[in-house]
T-cell receptor
Framework: RKEVEQDPGPFNVPEGATVAFNCTYSNSASQSFFWYRQDCRKEPKLLMSVYSSGNEDGRFTAQLNRASQYISLLIRDSKLSDSATYLCVVPHSGAGSYQLTFGKGTKLSVIP | DADVTQTPRNRITKTGKRIMLECSQT?????MYWYRQDPGLGLRLIYY???????NKGEISDGYSVSRQAQAKFSLSLESAIPNQTALYFC???????????FGPGTRLTVT
């Protein structure tokens, strides 16, 4: 299994729809996980952190399934401004390195 | 003002030329990183530094070198640029106790 794997999409959804992205990871020792958002030609920015079973922030919910080694991101009531690429990120901390492994991203387009 | 800045923002250079990309940060973080991003390949780590005296190779360091001139400055050099180094380059910083990384706006480099 690749270290971090995401469906590249694109996901084209209408405004108001609910959309979910999945991400699988190979490092079973990872304890925390992240979703970053990247707008076209811009830098990635942290969207959500997931340290236990899940995290919710407004319309965004991130869930973790350790047994199956996957993380999901659910976006409810999609807005046009949600259009972006969503990066699944898994740390690996061998020898205190605190490095991040980035997935290739899932592209979301919210359509009027 | 942006916390992490990169110069130049765009650069076109010819094969064989030496080029330096610069990164400065005002977040007071000890840890700094250089990544490159290619379409379909995601973000890949080139080099990282945990303090001024610490430099570490990342996943794809061949053809690159770095210099950590101060806590706030981390430069990436291409000694002899080649066309497959055409990419979007990001600098990032992080706090020692956190996995969250803060990215600069990126430098778009084209090697002809």
């Amino acid at each position: 299994r690749k270290e971090v794997e995401q469906d590249p999409g694109p996901f084209n959804v209408p405004e108001g729809a609910t959309v979910a992205f999945n991400c699988t990871y190979s490092n079973s020792a990872s304890q925390s996980f992240f979703w970053y958002r990247q707008d076209c030609r811009k830098e990635p920015k942290l969207l959500m952190s997931v340290y236990s079973s899940g995290n919710e922030d407004g319309r965004f919910t991130a869930q973790l399934n350790r047994a199956s080694q996957y993380i999901s991101l659910l976006i409810r009531d999609s807005k046009l401004s949600d259009s972006a690429t969503y990066l699944c990120v898994v740390p690996h901390s061998g020898a205190g390195s605190y490095q991040l492994t980035f997935g290739k991203g899932t592209k979301l387009s919210v359509i009027p | 003002d942006a916390d992490v800045t990169q110069t130049p923002r765009n650069r076109i250079t010819k094969t064989g030329k030496r080029i330096m990309l610069e990164c400065s940060q005002t977040k007071g973080h000890d840890r700094m990183y250089w990544y490159r991003q290619d379409p379909g390949l995601g973000l890949r780590l080139i080099y990282y530094s945990f303090d001024v005296k610490d430099i570490n190779k990342g996943e794809i360091s061949d053809g690159y070198s770095v210099s950590r001139q101060a806590q706030a400055k981390f430069s990436l050099s291409l000694e002899s640029a080649i066309p497959n180094q055409t990419a979007l380059y990001f600098c990032a910083t992080s706090d020692p106790l956190s996995y969250e990384q803060y990215f600069g706006p990126g430098t778009r480099l084209t090697v002809t």
